[in-house]
């Protein structure tokens, strides 16, 4: 069987510098907002090319704490309207819901998935207040041109990128997270940057929003026992981030084995009734998911099981026909709701061997 994602393989690269980071953290007993989480907040940040990051207990709170950190400076209100992608894991969605703002639904490039400049401009209204551009699978959304348009109409533009942890623009000089005016992370396990459990992070060269966001994870208290505002309780993990600031060492070489690995199935895999997907070649995609699309999915799944290949599908409902956004519904998007009927996702990660990746190739070439 050809896993889908090995992440047992992949952490245990880690095992012996895991272990004592947990002993350590056993010994100092720091479990919560400790110096673990002050270092990697500032790898991080570094990392991205930002001033600030702040970590926090997932990417949904993480995006969510954007948004209220925007309305406690004033530079959103409850109610505004916030442009989302219709293709995007239910998340991004959520967290506009959760800050108690309006999302309007976007239909994505069919080529690349990620959020239309067309639909952005199709959406416009004197409302919308903020744009979301989701990296999806891992592919830079077109951020140039969504922030030239955000800056010809006032317009806060924030980054989903809980699947594009090092993505880099193609002229190498911004990385996902430094794109926009405040970027959110997620760093779930199967991510490519992922904790031991939950985690996220938001970062930004904003300092009001860095001090809002900051004092929003943390009950609304800068002082312990003293709460300025009503906050929350998202706080990254003291061990996690220990976990993170090892992993983060070897992000950019898993990258570029993932965009290895995915060059192979798009040069190699000829087979007419797959559509591999869009990608330029640049470092701009690092290839979370490798997203396929087939007229009869149904029909392929079964034959990738019969061949022993473990498969994905990110997402099989599209956020607008699921229950709990039952009052977007009556939208028509016709372009999301094909995409979500058609695709699906290989094996991709950075312990593939090459063994496995030929299997693939041969067995979708058959198919």
């Not at 409850?78 to 108690?100: Q, Y």
């Not at 976007?106 to 551009?133: C, F, R, W």
Request: charged content about 25%.
């Amino acid at each position: 069987m050809i896993k889908f994602l090995d992440l047992h393989k992949i952490n245990n690269r880690f095992k012996e510098e895991l272990e004592t980071s947990f002993s350590k953290s056993l010994d100092t007993s720091y479990y919560i907002l400790g110096p673990n989480v002050d270092k990697f907040e500032r790898e991080f940040a570094n990392y991205c090319g930002t001033d600030y990051c702040v970590g926090t207990a997932n990417g949904l709170d993480a995006l969510t704490l954007i948004l209220r950190g925007y309305i406690k400076i004033g530079k959103l209100k409850k109610g505004d309207k916030v442009l989302v992608p219709a293709n995007t894991f239910i998340a991004t969605i959520l967290s506009v819901i959760h800050a108690e703002l309006e999302p309007v639904l976007v239909e994505p490039d069919p080529a690349t998935y990620n959020i239309s400049l067309q639909g952005v401009k199709a959406s416009y209204t004197e409302e919308v207040k903020a744009i979301i551009m989701v990296h999806l699978y891992g592919q830079l959304a077109d951020f140039k041109s969504l922030k030239s348009l955000a800056n010809d109409y006032n317009l806060l533009l924030i980054e989903d990128a809980a699947q594009a942890h090092g993505a880099t623009s193609k002229d190498k000089k911004l990385k996902a997270g430094n794109l926009a005016d405040a970027a959110a992370f997620s760093f779930y396990p199967s991510k490519n940057l992922g904790a031991l459990g939950d985690g996220g992070a938001v970062t930004t060269n904003d300092n009001e929003l860095y001090e809002a966001v900051t004092l929003l994870r943390n009950y609304g208290s800068k002082v312990k026992y003293e709460n300025e505002i009503i906050g929350y309780n998202s706080r990254l993990d003291d061990l996690q981030a220990a976990f993170l600031s090892i992993k983060l060492k070897v992000l950019d070489a898993d990258n570029k084995v993932r965009r290895t690995i995915a060059k192979r199935y798009i040069n190699e895999i000829t087979n007419s009734r797959v559509r591999t997907p869009f990608y330029e070649g640049f470092d701009n995609h690092v290839f979370y998911a490798f997203v396929v699309e087939v007229d009869d999915r149904d029909d392929f799944i079964n034959y990738l099981n019969k061949n022993n290949i473990e498969w994905l599908i990110h997402y099989p409902v599209p956020p607008h026909k699921q229950q709990a956004l039952e009052r977007f519904s009556y939208l028509k998007l016709p372009i999301t709701e094909q995409i979500h009927k058609r695709i699906i996702s290989l094996p991709i990660s950075s312990v593939l061997t090459d063994k496995e990746v030929n299997t693939v190739v041969e067995v979708v070439n058959a198919y």
